[in-house]
């Protein structure tokens, strides 16, 4: 799977991992290869990326949407804190 975080200055991530975790307006979810098609509203908190078993990233965004179709991950955030 790819994941891009764009906020409105920058992009702050892009490249393949195996999965994305999100503050969703209802609760956090994640996200794993061939998830069915999704758009949803992000709460303030943190997006946890897995590249591998071993590697975690985490960013802190502000809000936005996450769109996740075909493998294919893009996370539009308000800021990065």
Known sequence: MTLEILTPDKKVYEGD???VTVPGTLGSFQ???DHAPIISTLEDGEVIIKANKADE???FIKGGVVEAIHN???VLAEGIA
């Open 72 to 74: 294919k991950i893009v």
């Open 57 to 59: 990233q985490r960013f």
């Open 31 to 33: 996200i794993l290869k």
């Open 17 to 19: 991992v195996t999965a």
